[in-house]
Nanobody, 125 residues
Framework: QVQLVDSGGGLVQTGGSLRLSCAVS????????VGWFRQRPGKEREFVAG??????????YYGDSVQGRFTISRDNAKNTVYLQMNSLKPEDTAVYYC????????????????WGQGTQVTVSS
């Protein structure tokens, strides 16, 4: 069984930074791809970033709206994936969720089998 705990959200001003963490418990963490999604009120869950399993080269992927501002990384020694968010904008305000699936990054929520509980990010203008 795989469990995810995401954390690090908060309130930040426009242009500020936050780092989200996704702690993953369970075996074979390095075999899992981990993605970050976000959901704004009244909107569908949106792909933000993903990192493939280590066996797939730790490849990273980003949504168009965050490319160049957000960076995803994984630390297999700590079973943790990070999302560094810079140059934050009010439109980044959302609940952010991490999710895990074996091997490959998917771009749709249904590609993932396990989910964290979500962490709120609010960017004030």
């Amino acid at each position: 069984q795989v469990q995810l705990v995401d954390s690090g959200g908060g309130l930040v001003q426009t242009g500020g930074s936050l780092r989200l963490s996704c702690a993953v418990s369970g075996r074979s963490f390095s075999s899992y791809a981990v993605g970050w999604f976000r959901q704004r009120p009244g909107k569908e869950r949106e792909f933000v970033a993903g990192v493939s399993s280590s066996g797939s080269g730790d490849s990273t992927y980003y949504g168009d709206s965050v490319q160049g501002r957000f960076t995803i990384s994984r630390d297999n020694a700590k079973n943790t994936v990070y999302l560094q968010m810079n140059s934050l904008k009010p439109e980044d305000t959302a609940v952010y969720y991490c999710a895990a699936a074996l091997f490959r990054v998917g771009f749709r929520p249904y590609d993932y089998d396990y989910w964290g509980q979500g962490t709120q990010v609010t960017v004030s203008s």
